[in-house]
């Protein structure tokens, strides 16, 4: 989970050239959205700004320029920091259940693409990999602590005792270590 969330918050921002990128968790028993910041846990109410619009109604959420958009209330914020928000863009973090229910496990945000706003490929590149990325968050000990799951022995479990982790990782292709495909000798010609 440490890799992943240093994956979103650190890289994305770089492949998609945005000046921050902050990853919310849900939390369904307090109904909040939280995250880390500099080892500070930050909580909001999961209806809240532009991140809570995207928890609550699934929606990606791509904002151009957010002085222009009545949903983003953070105009006090730039005065107070001196930073300028310009672009938003914001994707549902989801997971599909084994009822085939979806669920919302996080959001993405990211702000001021550099040359822009967002575009549609931005969010057509995060989409697959934010797909991947909810197994593992929904799995992760940390996100099951903050949605009010009980836990059992060293896994945490829903209420009805199915271990989510364990289903996962049996569903997961296994790889031996050194077993990849020799067939493609180097044999010196390029």
Known sequence: MNSLCFTLTERVPQLLEADQCTLYLVDNKHKELWTLSGGVQIRIPID?????ITATKGEIVNIPDAYKDDRWGGQDFDKKSGYHTKSILCLPIKEETDQ??????GVLQLINKAGGPFDLGDCNLL???LGICAGIIS????FNQSSGRERKGTEFSDLDGT????QKMQAMPTF???AEDDSDEDDGDF
């Not at 085939?100 to 496990?105: L, N």
């Not at 799995?139 to 940390?142: F, G, T, V």
């Open 176 to 178: 031996a270590e050194g």
């Open 127 to 129: 989409e697959g990999f």
């Open 139 to 142: 799995s992760s000990q940390l």
């Open 163 to 166: 271990s989510a982790a364990a």
């Open 48 to 52: 809240k700004g532009i991140a809570g």
């Open 100 to 105: 085939g229910e979806t669920r919302i496990v």
